[in-house]
């Protein structure tokens, strides 16, 4: 299962949308794990760092028309796509991790839900480990992200996603 994190650089918000499309295509393709097992996606980075304009760029990707907002007041934003349930969640707000059991957070993860977390440090030692975990930070003009994979459905999904970002990249 061992597979190297993959860096990207990304010049501009057009290319965190093709990241983020990206990872919409590795969801796509690993769908049947995903209703099996669940996928958790750990988003890291500071303020502005690209974070939730990753998760629209996936959502707009898996077709989500309406809007896409970011989660940072109300916890979690929920959306269907096909058999699976998406929960946008941001912690930047929790104060002690232990936030996150009282909200009944526990119950979105699991078959058939992909939880795509911003700032998952926040529930530390409450919230499921990442399958994948991105890490994105301000790079001069651009972003940097870091694709980190932790188990096997993260594997598979980060080969997808550097396959991918190839492939538009040529």
Same mark, same amino acid.
């Given at each position: #299962? ?12 057009? &290319? ?7 990872? @919409? ?23 502005? @760092?690209?974070?939730? !304009? ?12 309406? /809007? ?13 796509? !096909? ?11 929790? %104060?002690? /991790? ?9 119950? #979105?993860?699991? /078959? ?15 919230? /499921? ?33 550097? %396959?991918? #970002?190839?492939?538009? &990249?040529?």
């Amino acid at each position: #299962m061992p597979i190297e994190p993959a860096e990207f650089a990304l010049a501009d918000e057009s &290319a965190t949308a093709r990241l983020g499309t990206a990872l @919409a295509r590795a969801i796509e393709a690993e769908a049947k794990a995903i209703g099996a097992h669940g996928l958790v996606v750990g988003l890291a980075g500071e303020l502005g @760092a690209g974070k939730t !304009s990753l998760v629209r760029a996936a959502l707009r990707a898996l077709g989500v028309t309406g /809007p896409v907002r970011s989660p940072t007041f109300t916890l979690v934003e929920p959306y269907i796509v !096909s058999s699976l349930n998406f929960y946008h969640f941001d912690f930047y707000r929790l %104060t002690d /991790p232990e936030e996150f059991s009282f909200a009944g957070f526990r119950e #979105m993860f699991g /078959p058939a839900a992909v939880c795509l977390i911003e700032w998952p440090e926040k529930a530390a030692g409450h919230v /499921p480990q990442a399958d994948l975990r991105i890490a994105l930070r301000v790079a001069g003009e651009g972003r940097h992200a870091g694709v980190t994979a932790a188990t096997e459905l993260g594997a598979a999904c980060l080969q997808r996603i550097e %396959t991918e #970002m190839a492939r538009r &990249a040529a």
